[in-house]
């Protein structure tokens, strides 16, 4: 067949048509716990940037998800078209080509560099507003529950927006780690992000995208990869971190504009980045890509155990004056330990080898209008608040608590 058709002119149910497109994505192959349905989804895009949905079924993956690799241009002729079921269509997708080992498939040689696609990529300080909203993934998008209060009434408010694009240079990779979660064994791997700000966000990839996506960023580390990712779950952790989802999408140094001037500003500044390791600075909370103050205020009489994240006005104050002030902690995860100071310890919490070191921890009572709830200080803002750091107090405690040592 000469003639190629667009994305948009072939409609659901139609025969004989061929089109030239571009992988944009190729998911993980992916499979439900209610059904032993396997699939694997890819995102298409042709010339006009109009999009289509790619996906495979079952024994053809083997077979056929191999020949499709990301960023190549193809030639795809007389896939199945179906609508996608209205529940889980975008504004992007509605249409899906059931490919099959039927299916006729050529790679285009006249194989162009650049995708036509633009990304809508979120700046890091931004991410905070996404977090632990991902209750349900649909497509690109997510339903999005907010709670209101309101005079003691509670909403529950559901919408639908698109979630954001996150673009970032990887600096560097972590070990892996094994991890035991509901009787099932998954593996996760951290990568730290760092943006032309200079401000760093870690990404937690887990299983199948370690084996594909991750290895592809080792075997680049020295390069600067760039990665754009796709439908991520945004945690509160030090500010934000970003993980993988069964749906999330991982594009290793995509032929778009933007990740390629990303990675030639990384090639300028190597040194900006070398230091950014050198401190990992990344470890510790960051309040530039946290929580916003301005975003919602609960009073404190509202505050449940199950909220994760809430901000309220208050005056705080000291009714414990005699507490320990610090405790001894792992210098990774800062995880309580009965290791002495300075003292490299295997930690049971971060799996791994690290001196022992005090961290500065205390409680106070923040209190409004509507009442009074107990808060711990750690780490950096306690040592702020108290003017001490953790080793003053801990020795300051030492001679004053136990002066029959000494
Ligand atoms: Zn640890």
């Avoid at 079952?58 to 007389?78: E, W």
């Avoid at 330990?337 to 961290?359: D, L, S, W, Y």
Wanted: charged share 25%; net charge positive; with cysteine.
């Amino acid at each position: 067949m000469d003639k190629f058709l667009s994305i948009k002119e072939i409609i659901p149910d139609m025969q004989e048509w061929s089109c030239k497109v571009i992988v944009q994505e190729k998911q993980q192959v992916t499979q439900s716990l209610s059904t032993p349905t396997k699939k694997q989804k890819f995102i298409f895009v042709d010339e006009q940037e109009s999009k289509v949905e790619g996906i495979i079924f079952n024994h053809d993956i083997p077979r056929v998800g191999p020949l499709l690799q990301v960023y190549k241009k193809y030639r795809i002729s007389n896939a199945l078209v179906r609508p996608i079921h209205p529940k889980y269509q975008t504004a992007e997708l509605k249409v899906q080509w059931i490919i099959t080992s039927k299916t006729v498939i050529e790679q285009d040689p006249d194989d162009e560099d650049m995708m036509p696609v633009k990304f809508n990529c979120t700046q890091f300080p931004d991410l905070a507003q996404f977090m632990d909203h991902r209750d349900k993934s649909v497509g690109m998008y997510v339903v999005y529950y907010t709670y209101i209060m309101n005079f003691n009434s509670e909403n529950l408010l559901q919408d639908h927006f698109a979630l954001p694009d996150v673009l970032g240079i990887v600096i560097e990779a972590q070990d892996t780690r094994i991890i035991n979660k509901d009787f099932k064994e998954s593996v996760v791997q951290k990568f730290v992000l760092v943006n032309k700000q200079s401000q760093a966000v870690i990404l937690s990839m887990w299983d199948d995208f370690i084996r594909n996506e991750g290895q592809q960023i080792i075997a680049e580390l020295h390069n600067y990869p760039v990665i754009i990712c796709r439908r991520l779950k945004v945690s509160n952790y030090n500010g934000v971190t970003l993980s993988t989802w069964f749906d999330s999408a991982i594009l290793v140094d995509p032929p778009v504009q933007q990740a390629r001037e990303l990675k030639n500003w990384a090639m300028r500044n190597t040194k900006l980045l070398a230091a950014i390791v050198d401190q990992k600075s990344y470890i510790k909370y960051n309040p530039d890509i946290s929580v916003k103050s301005d975003q919602k205020m609960t009073l404190i009489s509202n505050v449940r155990p199950s909220q994760k994240n809430v901000w309220v006005k208050a005056r705080f104050s000291f009714q414990h004056i005699f507490q320990k002030y610090w405790y001894m902690s792992c210098k990774k995860c800062c995880r309580g330990t009965a290791a002495a100071n300075g003292v490299i310890f295997m930690c049971n919490t971060c799996k791994e080898k690290h001196p022992a070191q005090p961290r500065c921890r205390f409680d106070m009572d923040l209190c409004d209008d509507s009442g009074t709830i107990t808060a711990s200080v750690f780490g950096e803002q306690a040592e702020k608040l108290l003017t001490f750091t953790a080793f003053e107090i801990m020795d300051h405690f030492r001679q004053a608590c136990c002066p029959l040592k000494y």
